[in-house]
């Protein structure tokens, strides 16, 4: 709370310095634009078709795993000792190889995240030079993101989100 009150408090000092040079200020809401985002839209498809040849992997190694206890259910009266052994490690070796798969895919510094980060790097470079352009070319001091900045209130003439949004989805 005393966050939102100080960083509250530094914004109206900041603006009223701004208001006092008569520069121009404004704000946009990143969240609304790679929601709206072209660029974004296909990127998660492009993430879905990986997620899907993921989830692909894991449910053939799922029916793997399940022919395997099913035979070794069906065998299990007629196998000797060691045999049980052999079919019991060859189960848990495919349930190793499961959690394994699972982890390099969908862990913390998995095959997931470096994928969705190589997607969204280019969309944030464009996103930025955007923003740089906009702000150049209408004469902006400064542009808050509205998602991040703890933006309590601002007059809805100051949102050039729209625009952002204009310039996001122009085809070069």
């Given amino acids: 709370m005393k966050k939102m009150i100080i960083l509250s408090a530094l914004i109206m000092v900041l603006f009223g310095v701004l208001s006092a040079q008569n520069l121009k200020i404004a704000y946009i809401d990143s969240e609304k634009i790679m929601a709206e985002s072209k660029d974004t839209k296909e990127a998660q498809s492009l993430f879905q078709k990986d997620r899907d040849g993921w989830k692909k992997q894991v449910d ?23 045999g049980k052994k052999q079919a019991e490690e060859k189960i848990e070796a495919k349930k190793t190889e499961r959690k394994t798969l699972i982890e390099s895919i969908f862990g913390e510094n998995g095959r997931a995240a470096a994928r969705n980060a190589e997607l969204l790097q280019p969309i944030m470079t464009k996103l930025r030079n955007i923003i740089e352009k906009v702000s150049v070319e209408e004469n902006y001091a400064m542009i808050f993101d509205a998602s991040s900045a703890g933006i309590i209130w601002a007059q809805p003439k100051l949102d050039i989100t729209e625009r952002i949004i204009l310039e996001m989805n122009k085809t070069e």
């Fill in 60 to 82: 053939d190694l799922d029916a793997e795993i399940q022919r395997l206890e099913n035979d070794y259910n069906t065998k299990k009266l007629t196998l000797s000792a060691s």
